[in-house]
C-alpha cells in the first residue's frame, strides 16, 4: 500500500475505533441504568411480596383479609395435645347444644292407625292399648299476612264528652298500613342480615303474602333511627361510665363512587366504641375531626383499648389511659420472627406477652382479683429481656421489607410497656381490643354481601338501629322484640349499669 493510502486506511479505524468506544461507553451506561432498574424493581417485589405475606397471624391485618387474592394464609398453629393440629368441629369442653325433650308441650295430639286389618276390621273400633311410643316435633308456622280491620267507634259520655277509640299499636296516618310485626322484619332483616331492599320486599312476600313497596321498606331505616334516637344517646353516655372501653375503625363504601379532592379511596370509615354490655357506632372519616365527635371526647377516667391507630394519642382529644391491643402486637411480633426468622427475642417476647395474656384469663376464670406476683414478674423480665435483645439486634437501619417495622414495635414496647402491660395489673382492663372487633366484623360482612351503600345518612341510620340491637342482645333481650316494641313507640332503654 502506498504511504498515502496507508494514512487513509489507519484514519479510518481510528474513526471506527472512536466510534466503537463511544458505543461500549453508552452501553456501559444502559447496563449501570438497567443494573439500577433491576435493583428498584426488585426492592419493590420484594415489599409487595412482603405485604401479600401479611395476614391476621404475622400482622394487624383482620381475619376477614386472609382470603383475598394473593395472600399467604396464616401457617397452622399447632396446639396443646402433644402438638397435634385442631380437629373440625366441636372443641373438648365446648358447650354443646341439642334438641331437648320437654315435660310442657304447648300442644298434645294423640295418634292412632287408620285403615284395615288384613282380618277385614277398620282400626277404628280397635282397642286401645295405650302409647306405644312418643315424638315431639318442634315446627314453626306458616306465616301469611293477616288484614284486621279496625272500627274505631265513638261514645258519648253523659255528661256529653264523645270519645273516640285509639288505633291499634304501630298504627301509621291514613286508612291502611303494615303491623309493626311486619315493619320489625322488614328492618330486622335489611340491619340485622343485610338484605338490601329489593330483595327483602321478594323475602316478605314469598314467607308472608305481603308485598310492601322498596321505599316503604327502605324508609323504615330512618324512621326506626329516628324511634331508637334517644336510646342510643343513652348507650354513648353510659359508655363514657365503663371502666375500660374497646375501640376500633374500619373502611366503608359509602356514598359516590368517586373521591372527594384530594382522597385516593371514595369511602368513609365506621368507628364502634364497645364493652361486654354496650355498642355505640359513628360513621365518619379517619379523621381528626371525627374523632372529635366520637363518644372518646366524652371518657373520663376510662382506659381505651385500641391498635395504635395515631389520633388515639392526639393531645386535641385529651389525655387518655391506654391499652395496646395485644392481638395486634402479637400479629407484629409474629411478623418480626418472619423477617428475623433465626433471631430468639420475637418468640421470646411473643411468648411471654401471650402467657400473661393466658394467665389473666385463667386468673378471671377462677374469680380472682390479679395474677400471681410471681409468675406476673417472671413472665414480665421475659418480655423485657426480649424486647431489650430486639433493639441491640436491630440497631443499624436496614434494607429489607419489614426491618424498619420490627424497630418500630420494639420501640413502642420499650416506651410505652405501662400501656402494654397495663392489663397484668388490672384485670377489669381486657388484654385485646376483640370485642370491638367482633362488633365490627358485620360491617365487613355487609361489604361482601351487598357492596357499596348510596346513603351516607341511611347507613348512620342503619348502624343507630345495629348499635341498639347489639346492646340489647348483650343485655340479654331479643332483637325482633326491641324492634317490635320501638315501632308501637316503647323504645328499650339500657338500665342502670350495677353499682361497684
Known amino acids: 500500500m502506498s504511504r498515502d493510502a496507508l494514512i487513509a486506511l489507519v484514519g479510518a479505524q481510528a474513526e471506527r475505533i472512536a466510534v466503537r468506544d463511544g458505543q461500549i461507553t453508552a452501553m456501559a451506561g444502559r447496563v449501570a441504568e438497567l443494573v439500577e432498574a433491576n435493583e428498584v424493581l426488585a426492592g419493590k417485589l420484594a415489599r409487595l411480596e412482603h405485604l401479600l405475606s401479611r395476614n391476621s397471624k404475622n400482622s394487624s391485618s383482620p381475619p376477614s383479609k386472609d382470603d383475598d387474592p394473593g395472600r399467604t394464609p396464616p401457617r397452622e398453629t399447632k396446639r396443646g395435645g402433644g402438638g397435634l393440629k385442631r380437629s373440625k368441629g366441636k372443641q373438648p369442653g365446648a358447650p354443646g347444644s341439642h334438641l331437648a325433650w320437654t315435660d310442657t308441650p304447648d300442644e298434645r295430639a294423640d295418634r292412632f292407625p287408620e285403615g284395615r286389618c288384613e282380618c277385614g276390621d277398620d282400626l277404628a273400633g280397635a282397642r286401645d292399648l295405650g302409647v306405644a311410643d312418643r315424638y315431639q316435633q318442634h315446627e314453626v308456622p306458616r306465616m301469611a299476612v293477616k288484614v284486621t280491620q279496625y272500627d274505631q267507634h265513638q261514645v258519648v259520655c253523659g255528661c256529653g264528652r264523645v270519645h273516640t277509640a285509639t288505633r291499634p299499636e304501630g298504627a301509621r296516618s291514613g286508612i291502611v298500613g303494615y303491623g309493626p310485626n311486619l315493619q320489625a322484619f322488614a328492618v330486622y332483616l335489611m340491619v340485622v342480615h343485610f338484605i338490601p331492599a329489593h330483595r327483602c320486599v321478594a323475602l316478605l312476600q314469598s314467607l308472608t303474602g305481603a308485598v310492601p313497596s322498596v321505599g316503604f321498606v327502605h324508609g323504615m331505616l330512618t324512621r326506626v333511627a329516628g324511634l331508637l334516637g334517644e336510646t342510643d344517646k343513652r348507650i354513648r353516655a353510659l359508655i363514657t361510665r365503663e371502666h375500660a372501653v374497646s375501640c376500633d375503625e374500619t373502611p366503608l363504601r359509602v356514598g359516590p363512587e368517586t373521591p372527594k379532592p384530594g382522597r385516593k379511596k371514595a369511602e368513609k370509615y365506621l368507628l364502634v366504641a364497645a364493652t361486654d354490655l354496650y355498642t355505640h357506632y359513628l360513621l365518619g372519616d379517619r379523621d381528626l375531626d371525627t374523632f372529635k365527635a366520637f363518644v372518646l371526647t366524652e371518657l373520663t377516667g376510662s382506659v381505651i383499648v385500641?391498635?395504635?391507630?395515631?389520633?388515639?394519642?392526639?393531645?386535641?382529644?385529651?389525655?387518655?389511659?391506654?391499652?395496646?391491643?395485644?392481638?395486634?402486637?402479637?400479629?407484629?411480633?409474629?411478623?418480626?420472627?418472619?423477617?428475623?426468622?433465626?433471631?430468639?427475642?420475637?418468640?421470646?417476647?411473643?411468648?411471654?406477652?401471650?402467657?400473661?395474656?393466658?394467665?389473666?384469663?385463667?386468673?378471671?376464670?377462677?374469680?380472682?382479683?390479679?395474677?400471681?406476683?410471681?409468675?406476673?414478674?417472671?413472665?414480665?423480665?421475659?418480655?423485657?429481656?426480649?424486647?431489650?435483645?430486639?433493639?441491640?439486634?436491630?440497631?443499624?437501619?436496614?434494607?429489607?421489607?419489614?426491618?424498619?417495622?420490627?424497630?418500630?414495635?420494639?420501640?413502642?414496647?420499650?416506651?410505652?410497656?405501662?400501656?402494654?402491660?397495663?392489663?397484668?395489673?388490672?384485670?377489669?382492663?381486657?388484654?385485646?381490643?376483640?370485642?370491638?372487633?367482633?362488633?365490627?366484623?358485620?360491617?365487613?360482612?355487609?361489604?361482601?354481601?351487598?357492596?357499596?351503600?348510596?346513603?351516607?345518612?341511611?347507613?348512620?341510620?342503619?348502624?343507630?338501629?345495629?348499635?341498639?340491637?347489639?346492646?340489647?342482645?348483650?343485655?340479654?333481650?331479643?332483637?325482633?322484640?326491641?324492634?317490635?316494641?320501638?315501632?308501637?313507640?316503647?323504645?328499650?332503654?339500657?338500665?342502670?349499669?350495677?353499682p361497684a
Request: with cysteine; charged share 25%; net charge neutral.
Open 306 to 498: 385500641h391498635d395504635r391507630y395515631q389520633n388515639y394519642d392526639s393531645p386535641e382529644l385529651g389525655h387518655f389511659v391506654h391499652q395496646l391491643c395485644c392481638r395486634h402486637l402479637l400479629g407484629d411480633t409474629n411478623g418480626a420472627a418472619e423477617v428475623y426468622p433465626d433471631a430468639h427475642w420475637p418468640t421470646q417476647i411473643t411468648d411471654a406477652l401471650r402467657e400473661l395474656v393466658h394467665q389473666t384469663n385463667l386468673a378471671r376464670e377462677q374469680g380472682r382479683d390479679a395474677i400471681d406476683d410471681t409468675i406476673r414478674t417472671e413472665l414480665i423480665t421475659r418480655f423485657r429481656h426480649g424486647v431489650r435483645v430486639g433493639l441491640s439486634d436491630t440497631a443499624s437501619p436496614g434494607t429489607r421489607p419489614g426491618e424498619r417495622k420490627a424497630r418500630l414495635l420494639l420501640q413502642v414496647l420499650r416506651d410505652r410497656e405501662a400501656d402494654v402491660l397495663r392489663f397484668t395489673h388490672d384485670l377489669k382492663v381486657p388484654p385485646t381490643s376483640n370485642q370491638a372487633e367482633r362488633d365490627l366484623r358485620p360491617s365487613e360482612v355487609q361489604q361482601n354481601t351487598s357492596g357499596r351503600l348510596t346513603s351516607e345518612k341511611c347507613t348512620q341510620d342503619r348502624y343507630t338501629i345495629r348499635g341498639v340491637l347489639s346492646t340489647a342482645t348483650k343485655h340479654g333481650l331479643n332483637m325482633m322484640t326491641v324492634l317490635h316494641d320501638a315501632i308501637v313507640g316503647r323504645p328499650w332503654m339500657p338500665p342502670d349499669p350495677a
